[in-house]
């Protein structure tokens, strides 16, 4: 019978595996490499693996980069659903700088999924999906604001979150592909202004 010993260390082994290969295959995003254009064997041999052990860890190259991208929605969501509308469009602006500074450090994963979803429809529903956490944590936040009265009950919850959730993600996007780090506050003030009186309906 194994010893537990055994079936720790085996544990440890796996768990190293697969932290090296997404460590190498974000390495090699990092470096210009086409995700598209990436090979299964040649991400294994970068990560000093067998093919045979890419496969133990994932189904394939899709699922790959679906755990690549979790990563970045995981944290941009702790971010961004730490966020309380309880102070003013500043401190809305710093959370979007925060997020800004998590798509900028995984902004070669970001095109990899941008790229991948205009052909696979797992990485398009997985980002679909994920996006519709911000949807939901924004149309929550909008309701307990119009309970309190700080923001207009005549406000579409729906309709007015479509607009910025969808829309500040591909704003966010252009901007980390298009500018360098050294406009991203004042974006981000700019994109916080647009939610804060726009949909928050906060004066001036």
Do not use: C
Not at 31 to 47: C, W
């Amino acid at each position: 019978m194994p010893s537990i010993t055994r079936r720790a260390s085996n544990a440890a082994r796996r768990a190293s595996a697969e932290a090296d290969i997404l460590a190498t295959t974000r390495r090699l995003l990092d470096d210009g490499a086409n995700f598209t254009e990436l090979g299964i064997q040649h991400i294994a041999a970068e990560a000093g693996v067998a093919r045979s052990t890419f496969y133990a860890h994932f189904r394939d190259k899709t699922e790959l980069l679906v755990r690549l991208a979790t990563t970045l929605m995981d944290t941009s969501f702790g971010i961004a659903s730490a966020w309380e509308p309880t102070t003013d469009a500043d401190g809305m602006a710093a959370a979007f700088v925060a997020v800004m500074g998590v798509y900028r450090e995984h902004a070669a994963v970001l095109l990899a999924v941008a790229e991948v979803a205009t052909y696979d429809a797992i990485v398009r529903d997985f980002w679909r999906q994920r996006l519709a956490q911000f949807t939901e944590r924004t149309i929550d936040v909008l309701r307990a604001e119009q309970a309190a009265g700080r923001t207009p009950g005549g406000v579409d919850l729906v309709h007015a979150t479509r607009v910025i959730v969808p829309g500040g993600e591909r704003a966010i996007f252009d901007h980390i592909t298009n500018e360098d780090a050294s406009r991203d506050e004042a974006f981000a003030r700019e994109l916080a202004l647009i939610w804060w009186h726009g949909v928050y309906r906060r004066p001036t």
